[in-house]
């Protein structure tokens, strides 16, 4: 709690420009949240955890400023919000290492994002990306976070930092709150448009299967026209017909209808047509975001003392469970 409001934390990796995926799934869920008195939220540009994969120093830089601003255009608004970057808080990587001391080998084996990454990413299967869900523990644990928005893709993580936030308590008494999943209004995992069984996703190799939050109007509509669907013919939400459903998804999740309302609305409709309309009501939602970025990545010195004012603030909550923690595992306080 802090002052008297309950605290939630989420955040994003900076390795690439987000997708529409990130961005239904996900930032558009907190930015409904703007006017919730009695939440006290935390995003964070999760740029720590971007290096477990090879990336390259300019574009980390480049992708955490746009990230960024990303947020703030979309509608988090940063007098309300704490919007900070992992790496401007040092109190991660610390609660990290602490917390990778009481974390099991087999735990983490067993993390299927780890075995997909390291799969996909065979020359390089570093102990940072093994670890990853430890720091990603240390984000939550370290806000007393009572929320945590993430997508279904991310609930092994949460769940691997509910029983560490335990276990740790089960040792030295009630240091962390146990963490809850928080499912936004809008739950849905968007797919790649070229291949509708899996994710949508920033690294993805096939540019036409995401659609990127920069993307300008006609590379959305062009997108969707190539994505793949079946040969039916028709308009119809149902997990046979997982290009069609994906669609759906995107149409709802965009213009706020539910699927039955829009099976309806294209009864008798080519795939074209629908195509067409999903397109349009995606750069009709992306439009002003983009509008808004453009006007604020401009402006560099506004944004420069948001970042130095929302790391201070950040720093001196994380700074406060740090303190704790290390009291409790027996370190030495530095003598004033
Ligand atoms: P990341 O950067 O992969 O994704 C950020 C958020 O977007 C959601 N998401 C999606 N939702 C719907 N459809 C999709 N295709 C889609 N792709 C991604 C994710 O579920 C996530 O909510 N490990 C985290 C970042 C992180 C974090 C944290 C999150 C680091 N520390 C602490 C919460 C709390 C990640 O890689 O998210």
């Known amino acids: 709690m802090i002052d008297g409001k309950k605290v939630l934390l989420s955040g994003m990796q900076s390795t690439g420009i987000i997708t529409l995926g990130n961005y239904l799934g996900a930032?558009?869920?907190?930015?409904?949240?703007?006017?919730?008195?009695?939440?006290?939220?935390?995003?964070?540009?999760?740029?720590?955890?971007?290096?477990?994969?090879?990336?390259?120093?300019?574009?980390?830089?480049?992708?955490?400023?746009?990230?960024y601003a990303l947020y703030i255009a979309a509608g988090l608004d940063p007098e309300k919000n704490c919007l900070f970057f992992q790496s401007h808080v040092p109190a991660h990587a610390q609660l990290a290492w602490i917390l990778n001391c009481y974390t099991y080998m087999g735990e983490m084996n067993r993390m299927t994002q780890f075995k997909d990454k390291a799969a996909k990413h065979a020359d390089n299967i570093n102990t940072g990306l093994f670890t990853y869900p430890v720091l990603m523990a240390a984000d939550i644990l370290l806000y007393q976070a009572d929320m945590v928005?993430?997508?279904?893709?991310?609930?092994?993580h949460l769940e691997i930092a509910r029983d560490i936030a335990g276990r740790f308590n089960g040792i030295y008494g009630d240091v962390f709150t146990i963490p809850e999943a928080y499912i936004g209004k809008n739950g849905a995992k968007i797919m790649s448009?070229?291949?509708?069984?899996?994710?949508?996703?920033?690294?993805?190799?096939?540019?036409n299967g995401s659609i990127l939050l920069l993307d300008d109007m006609d590379t959305i509509m062009r997108k969707f026209k190539k994505a793949v669907t079946d040969s039916d013919g028709f308009i119809a939400y149902t997990d046979d017909k997982p290009g069609i459903k994906n669609l759906i998804d995107i149409y709802c999740a965009s213009t706020g209808k539910t699927p039955d309302e829009t099976v309806k609305e294209f009864d008798g409709c080519g795939y074209g047509t629908f195509k067409e309309a999903v397109g349009e009501s995606v750069a009709a939602v992306?439009?002003?975001?983009?509008?808004?970025?453009?006007?604020?990545?401009?402006?560099?010195?506004?944004?420069?003392?948001?970042?130095?004012?929302?790391?201070?603030?950040?720093?001196?909550?994380?700074?406060?469970?740090?303190?704790?923690?290390m009291k409790k595992v027996g370190f030495i306080e530095l003598p004033r």
Request: net charge neutral; glycine share 2%; charged share 30%.
């Open 193 to 207: 448009l070229q291949d509708p069984s899996k994710k949508m996703s920033k690294s993805d190799e096939n540019p």
């Open 27 to 67: 930032l558009k869920n907190w930015v409904d949240l703007n006017d919730d008195e009695s939440i006290q939220c935390f995003y964070a540009v999760m740029d720590l955890h971007s290096i477990t994969v090879r990336q390259e120093p300019a574009a980390l830089r480049k992708n955490g400023r746009i990230l």
């Open 149 to 156: 928005p993430v997508g279904k893709d991310q609930m092994q």
């Open 286 to 325: 992306l439009k002003p975001v983009q509008d808004k970025y453009h006007a604020l990545i401009e402006d560099k010195a506004y944004v420069d003392s948001l970042m130095k004012e929302n790391a201070e603030k950040a720093s001196y909550y994380a700074n406060k469970t740090l303190r704790k923690v």
